[in-house]
């Protein structure tokens, strides 16, 4: 919060809900926070948390029954995402703003060759020939640095392996040398090996472009080396927010808290964050109160009756947690209310 | 490739095989000997006679009829029609064309709109227009081939006689018209046959394709497309039916019997001189051998129909084609 | 939320919490479509089933086959009648009956069919299973229509119980293949295992634990053989060589007037109807057991 | 559709309205007919065929040594117009008649018609390994001589009434440098046999199966050109697209209007129908002996007895009524009413259900609790065969199916196609069948079709094999009187000795009903044959459309030789 610039994207009370049989589900419950230009900013969370529909959110990319709430806002370079037209939205997706899933595998369509794969943004976005968006493509696909490009631009996605393909997907999201760059878990479903190489084919490519990232992940690892600035969502809200230094050092919110111990040695792959007792509670049906009372060894009788607000805890460090307002209660902790086995499956 | 093909027609062969057993089993389980009215009828001539015998080897004990049979068949001799008074696989040959065409257009018109009725319904799926759509699909899916026949014969040549009574060509002056004249003669009386085997089998293509783009849109791939800033359209159409395309294919194969079966009736209703006609009529006149040769034709074409739809399959996915 | 994933688990564990027929009558009941098709039917059946109470006349009986005859639709004849004077009405209710009693028991003579040679040949398994399987290749590339006007012109004058025989012999080349697979897969499964583990007896593994897995695919197979069977009756009635003269089938009305489709409309258009929504009806509810069962995880 | 089955002798005259016109300067020649039918024609031998389309197309192809007049006498050579045979003579005796060949006739294939060819066609359609109807129809013939090229004479047994008629109505006459090159036995899959060569005023052009027969006008026969230049029989695979391929105006001509065809004709006001005496009647008959064993009476239908039961609960008149509604008149017996010798008063066994009922009460028969009735065990039940092609028939046996029911008889109909049916009566292999026969000018036809001598030899048509010598013996009687008043006395008696008997139920005797195109110019349909004046029929230069000037044939003709006569 300190940038002096006006933010690159500043989103407001983003709420997306999905409207399904069983009730609604406030995946994304009124999130805000900024993005400036150039800089990196982390999502961290467990899965189910609302980072990964955040994300699509931005490119306004929810399907029914999903749905941004009325009142949300994100500005991207001076225009509400929210209200854009369909035309307008589809103008920015892939071109000011494009993303890079976590499945490389099955993000890129198995029919095309990569190569037209990468092309056809810039097909889309620039009034380019066949010919020159190959080129282009091939260009992009060579700086992500896949040897022979042009003969892996020729080959289908099966022909390439895992580390390739993602490189495949960051040429395609890079293509237009976008604003921004939504990286969703970019490097999950890669080799440990490959993980490293990703992230800093990322982080160097940034330098050149000179683009920001959204780097959402459930690896605090990934943030640490990678993200100047860390939002923490738990249960569809941002519960912690700071420079990533000031976060490591000093987390506020116990749920960071629970984070931070379970984080592996970087280059360790672990599927699940599995030390804090418990799971994310159902989108349909948020307790009351603060979200993560029920999993909290700190939790008392305020959190369940008051669902905290983002408290002010340190400079550009903001916490959802009533320990900020009663932090002695740190020192004492007590066993979760839940077991893991008292919450039903979704 | 060319190993996996070979290897196909091998189990053709096996499967043709077999169908020609049963067949020959069907004549020989029959109460009655399906001959006998070709036998003593003393209009068929005594060539005719002879060419049964010898086919049949009728007087022979049942194994050697059997070899006999088979080996035939395996010349492409399936015995003779006395109703025609030609042999079997010659009238077929004459009549094959005329399904062939009937189906080539049945195939390719029914894909083209089934899979065009699939995408309307997808790029509005959920709306009155896709559930109308699906009813209208299934209110045919569900129709006797005949019937609609009946129907559209009635529609178009009696209450609105946009289109001949029946027949490939019209028999008396197409013999006198201009190459012109005869392709618009031609294609005047295939119109409505043709189109009646489109109509049957279109629900069938729109349904499958349908849930074939369903399961497709959720792919990852398809919000990387989205993602792209592509628009809705444009996935339907370019990355989704691609995809979708693929399950489709086999259903080319499958839908070989459907259409055989449709074009038999419609055949019969409109008079198209192809096998099913013959075979229809073969039934009238007990012609048994041709009906036996329809019935052994009719297998060949489905098997080897499965054949083409595996190797258009290989041919459409990268990720076989590779292998 | 990213990671949608969608797993079809083709089997269930060996207890399912409610029975699979069960399940299928919740599903049904629970969607308009299928409710609508159910009570369509159901008027269908019941007018079949109680065709000597409903039908207005004697669906053989010719009242006077001068006065009475090519009548078109009237309140008297709410379908007319036929050259021979019969009340068209009278003779689809009966027809109803004639027909889906046909497909029904066609349909069982399948299923038995089905469901033994597709479980021989995948509890066999390995030779005797590839052999029967190259044999079903063989019985599934012969169009099902063929291969009865092959039998129907060899066995001229066909009691009816022979013709259901027949339809049923040419109708369980798909469900066998089908249950084939539920065996081969349930065989390896880990519940079967155990049971075997547990000294179960073979008997009594494909009863307690084969038998309730196969429930659904045979619902589902018999549901739609029904719509089919009912469909090739009437094409063969129509070509002459289904139901003989004076029974009534749906196709046999409508080959009786085709002669005369222009002016005797009538007689295509109802009985053909009739087979339409019946089929539409047992497709709705095929597909709708079908996707209850798939969905099922 | 219909069987031609030919029968043989006597005489009568008939009536027709007449249409033609006289006009034929040589510009109104041209025109094409086109005829709609509902099948192929079988075989195009004179001998051989049996269906109507064969028939109508040898007799434009072929000729015969005579006509028969429209009058269709058949009493010595009354009426009888000159075909090939410019003159004959009869022999002091009357046993022989030489007939002189028109010296210009020529076969299509321009070589001149000789008397060798007619001594030919008699020796080949008499040969027992050709095995042609035809041979038991001419027994009378005893031999034909040729003295001299353009001298035939015909040798005959015994003195009748229908020598001359025997002579040339039964035997179109055959080019014997054509056929003789062929065993009797292998005519029918030969060549000529597809391709047709005569000496008729049409010759052959080509024949697509189950699509068309052409044929063009012989412009330089001897008789002259006919008016119309193309005859095509467009075939239709079935009866009701022959109806509607006529109604559409694709076809000229139908030849056999149903009643339910009418209303729709009449909505065309381009065409008109026309009605004629024809000579053919319907019944249903019953097999007299027993088809597992035939030297045994049939199990049911050997009892005269029940067969009138049968007939007696019958409602004939209801039966005609419904099917052929104004176009068909109850039949009386084995005749039609056209015949001079038919009383059209003949006794009918009445319908009396009630007594039907008592009937096959008092002959044991008994109601069991299906309504059918059963005696010693055997139900009262039998199959009807008829033609799945005329749907006329299937019908007349369907409503007979239902009358019988009402008298507790179960009556199976099996619907069979034509040949197979004809196969299963010849072979005596059906227990009853509905049948036409399609007359002769002469009623003599039925002695082969319900006479001893057709239920024996083996090619006779009697294929119910009722036999009664009483009958036999009054048609006989009948046959051999020139006095038509003595025949028409004798023939009641036999009409009455078979109705009595009822080995079958007769159903109806149709009125023939043509459609045709207003533009056409038809002359006089005779009774037999309506399409004998054919070559007569003619269409005004101003009414002719697009395909009447269609060019001719692109096939050449086989040799267009000179030596042309114009009368």
Redesign the interface.
């Known amino acids: 919060m300190t940038a002096t610039t006006p933010p690159l994207v500043s989103i407001r009370d983003l709420r997306t809900w999905f409207h399904t049989e069983g009730g609604v589900a406030r995946a994304v419950d009124g999130v805000s926070f900024d993005i400036g230009a150039g800089e990196t900013v982390g999502i961290v969370g467990e899965s189910g948390c609302g980072k990964s529909v955040t994300a699509l959110s931005i490119l306004r990319l929810i399907q029914p029954p999903g749905r941004i709430e009325p009142g949300s806002r994100i500005e991207f370079e001076g225009r509400d995402i929210v209200t854009l037209g369909d035309e307008e939205i589809r103008d920015i997706r892939g071109n000011r703003i494009s993303m890079i899933f976590q499945e490389p595998m099955s993000a890129l369509n198995p029919v095309f060759t990569v190569g037209d794969q990468v092309a056809e943004v810039a097909r889309v976005h620039a009034d380019m020939s066949r010919k020159e968006a190959w080129n282009r493509a091939v260009e992009m696909l060579a700086l992500t640095g896949i040897p022979d490009a042009e003969t892996r631009a020729r080959q289908y996605p099966h022909q390439l392996s895992g580390g390739m393909r993602q490189r495949v997907l960051i040429a395609m999201a890079l293509m237009m040398k976008p604003a921004l760059v939504i990286a969703d878990e970019p490097t999950t479903a890669l080799d440990v090996t490959i993980q490293a190489q990703i992230l800093e084919l990322l982080v160097e490519l940034q330098k050149r472009i000179g683009t920001s990232i959204l780097m959402i992940t459930h690896d605090l690892g990934v943030i640490a080396e990678t993200t100047s600035r860390v939002i923490v969502m738990y249960a569809g809200e941002v519960v912690e927010q700071a420079d990533v230094d000031e976060l490591f050092a000093k987390p506020h919110h116990p749920y960071t808290e629970g984070l931070m111990h379970s984080m592996p040695h970087i280059g360790h792959d672990q599927e699940r964050l599995n030390v804090i007792p418990g799971t994310v509670p159902a989108p349909t049906d948020w307790p009351a109160g603060c979200r993560f009372r029920e999993r909290c060894p700190y939790s008392w009788d305020l959190c369940e009756r008051e669902h905290p607000p983002l408290y002010q805890v340190g400079v550009a460090h903001v916490s959802r947690c009533h320990l900020a307002i009663e932090p002695e209660r740190r020192n004492h902790p007590h066993p979760p209310l839940v077991v893991e086995e008292g919450v039903a499956a979704a | 490739m060319l190993r996996y093909l070979a290897r196909r027609l091998g189990q053709a062969a096996v499967i043709v095989a077999i169908v020609a057993t049963i067949t020959f089993a069907l004549i020989h389980l029959a109460p009655g000997d399906p001959f006998s009215a070709v036998m003593d009828n003393p209009n068929v001539s005594e060539r005719v006679r002879a060419t049964l015998r010898a086919q049949y080897g009728l007087d022979r004990p049942l194994p050697e009829q059997f070899v006999r049979y088979v080996n035939q068949l395996a010349h492409g001799e399936m015995g003779w029609s006395f109703s025609h008074d030609r042999p079997v696989q010659a009238v077929l040959a004459t009549a094959l064309p005329n399904t062939l065409l009937l189906m080539a257009i049945a195939l390719v018109g029914s894909f083209g709109l089934g899979i065009l009725i699939a995408l309307i319904q997808v790029a509005r799926r959920g709306s009155t227009t896709d559930h109308t759509l699906s009813a209208i699909s299934l209110f045919f899916f569900s129709m006797p081939d005949f019937w609609l026949a009946i129907l559209a014969l009635l529609a178009f040549t009696y209450w609105v006689p946009l289109f001949p009574v029946g027949g490939a060509v019209d028999p008396v002056m197409h013999e006198y018209m201009g190459l012109g004249a005869r392709i618009v003669d031609r294609l005047w009386h295939l119109a409505l046959p043709a189109l009646t085997l489109t109509v049957l089998a279109a629900p069938t293509v729109a349904r499958f394709q349908r849930a074939a783009l369903l399961d497709v849109l959720p792919a990852d791939y398809i919000r990387t497309a989205r993602l792209k800033g592509l628009t809705e359209r444009e996935i339907l159409r370019r990355h989704a039916l691609r995809n979708a395309l693929l399950p489709i294919i086999s259903l080319v194969g499958l839908s070989f019997p459907a259409l055989l079966t449709g074009a038999f009736f419609i055949e019969k209703i409109f008079a198209w001189p192809g096998m099913g006609l013959a075979v229809v009529n073969a039934i009238g006149t007990r012609d048994y051998p041709l009906v036996v040769g329809g019935v052994i034709l009719g297998s060949i074409m489905v098997t080897l129909g499965s054949i083409l739809a595996d190797l258009l399959y290989v041919w459409a996915d990268p990720r076989l084609r590779a292998n | 939320m990213s990671g949608q994933t969608r797993d079809f688990a083709p089997i269930s564990s060996p207890r399912p919490r409610e029975s699979p027929l069960a399940l299928g009558v919740r599903r049904i009941l629970r969607a308009r479509s299928s409710r609508a098709a159910l009570v369509v039917l159901g008027i269908i059946v019941l007018a079949g089933a109680l065709a000597p109470l409903i039908a207005p006349y004697d669906p053989a009986a010719q009242p006077d086959i001068v006065a009475l005859k090519d009548l078109p639709p009237s309140l008297a004849h709410p379908f007319g009648t036929d050259p021979y004077s019969r009340d068209v009405l009278s003779r689809v209710i009966y027809g109803a009956r004639l027909s889906l009693l046909i497909g029904v028991l066609a349909t069982l003579v399948s299923l038995t069919l089905g469901v033994a040679y597709g479980a021989i040949a995948g509890y066999a398994g390995g030779l005797v299973d590839a052999l029967m399987m190259r044999v079903l290749d063989a019985f599934l590339s012969i169009p099902r229509l063929l291969l009865l006007i092959g039998v129907l012109v060899a066995w001229p004058r066909l009691s009816i119980a022979a013709l259901v025989l027949f339809l049923g012999f040419t109708g369980w080349f798909g469900l066998s293949r089908i249950v084939r697979g539920q065996v081969l897969a349930l065989k390896h499964a880990e519940f079967i295992t155990a049971a075997r583990a547990l000294g179960a007896s073979r008997r009594r593994i494909l009863w307690r634990h084969l038998l309730p897995n196969l429930v659904s695919p045979i619902v589902v197979a018999a549901t739609l053989g029904v719509a089919h069977v009912v469909v090739l009756e009437a094409g063969l009635s129509y070509l002459g060589i289904g139901v003989p003269q004076p029974q009534a089938s749906w196709g046999n009305i409508i080959q009786d007037g085709a002669d005369q489709v222009a002016a005797l409309w009538w007689m295509s258009l109802f009985p053909g109807l009739f087979i339409v929504f019946t089929v539409m009806t047992l497709n709705i509810l095929g597909e709708a057991l079908r996707d209850a069962y798939e969905r099922r995880s | 559709m219909a069987p031609v089955k030919r029968g043989v002798l006597l005489c009568m005259a008939l009536l027709c309205a007449c249409v033609g016109t006289e006009s034929s300067s040589g510009k109104s020649r041209g025109g094409?007919l086109?005829i709609s039918t509902g099948g192929d024609p079988?075989v195009l031998i004179p001998p051989l065929l049996?269906t109507v389309q064969a028939g109508q197309i040898s007799d434009m192809v072929y000729e015969r040594l005579a006509d028969i007049g429209d009058s269709l006498n058949t009493v010595n050579d009354a009426g009888f117009t000159s075909r090939l045979a410019d003159r004959w003579t009869w022999s002091r005796d009357s046993l022989s008649i030489a007939f002189h060949i028109d010296s210009g006739a020529k076969w299509h294939d321009g070589r001149p018609v000789r008397s060798s060819d007619v001594r030919f066609t008699f020796q080949s359609s008499t040969d027992s390994t050709l095995?042609s109807g035809v041979k038991a129809l001419v027994s009378n013939i005893d031999s034909v001589t040729a003295p001299d090229s353009a001298t035939a004479i015909f040798w005959f047994h015994a003195r009748t009434p229908r020598q001359f008629y025997d002579a040339t109505y039964q035997m179109p006459i055959m080019p014997e440098h054509i056929w003789k090159v062929i065993a009797p036995?292998?005519w029918?899959?030969s060549d000529p046999a597809k391709h047709p060569i005569g000496s008729g005023q049409y010759r052959f052009v080509?024949w697509?199966?189950?699509?068309?027969v052409?044929l063009a006008a012989d412009t330089a026969n001897y008789r002259g050109a006919p008016k119309l230049s193309r005859l095509?029989w467009?075939?239709?695979?079935?009866?009701?697209?022959a109806v509607?391929?006529f109604l559409?105006g694709?076809?000229d001509f139908f030849e056999v209007l149903r009643p339910?065809n009418l209303p729709?004709v009449a909505k065309h006001p381009e065409l008109r129908t026309k009605q004629y005496r024809g000579l053919a009647y319907s019944f249903a008959w019953f097999n007299l002996r027993d088809p597992a064993n035939h030297s045994r009476p049939h199990p049911i239908f050997g009892d005269r007895e029940l067969r009138r039961a049968l007939t007696m609960a019958t409602d004939r008149a209801?039966?005609v009524?419904?099917v052929y509604d104004s176009l068909a008149l109850p039949a009386l017996g084995p005749a039609v009413r056209a015949y001079p010798t038919t009383d059209p008063n003949l006794a009918q066994i009445p319908f009396d259900l009630p007594r039907a009922r008592q009937i096959l009460d008092s002959l044991g028969w008994r109601l069991n609790a299906e309504g059918v009735r059963e005696r010693n065990g055997r139900l009262l039940q039998f199959?009807l065969l008829a033609a799945?092609?005329s749907?006329q028939r299937v019908?007349l046996a369907?409503?007979l199916?239902?009358?019988l029911?009402q008298a507790g008889v179960k009556v199976?109909?099996?619907?069979?196609?034509f040949?197979?049916l004809v196969?299963r009566e010849?072979?005596r292999a059906f227990d009853a069948a509905i049948g036409q026969w399609n007359t002769q000018p002469s009623p003599g036809s039925i002695r082969g079709s319900w006479g001893t001598m057709g239920s024996r030899a083996s090619s006779g048509t009697n294929y119910s094999s009722y036999e009664n010598p009483v009958f036999d013996a009054y048609v006989d009687s009948a046959l051999a009187s020139f006095d038509p008043a003595k025949a028409k006395a004798y023939f009641t008696r036999a009409y009455e000795t078979i109705i009595e008997d009822a080995p079958a139920i007769w159903l109806a005797e149709p009125l023939p009903t043509v459609g045709y195109h207003s533009r056409l110019q038809l002359a006089p349909l005779r009774s037999d044959a309506w399409w004998a004046h054919i070559p007569e029929w003619w269409i005004p230069p101003d009414k002719r459309i697009p395909?009447d000037n269609?060019?001719g044939?692109?096939m050449s003709a086989p040799a267009e030789s000179a030596g042309k006569k114009t009368p």
């Open positions: 094409t086109v079988d049996s095995g036995s292998s029918r899959g080509r697509i199966p189950r699509a068309v052409e095509i467009s075939i239709a695979p079935d009866f009701n697209t509607t391929r559409s694709e076809t339910e729709e209801k039966l009524r419904s199959s799945s092609t749907k019908q369907v409503l199916q239902e009358q029911r199976d109909v099996e619907q069979l196609e040949p197979v196969e010849r072979k395909r269609a060019p044939p692109t």
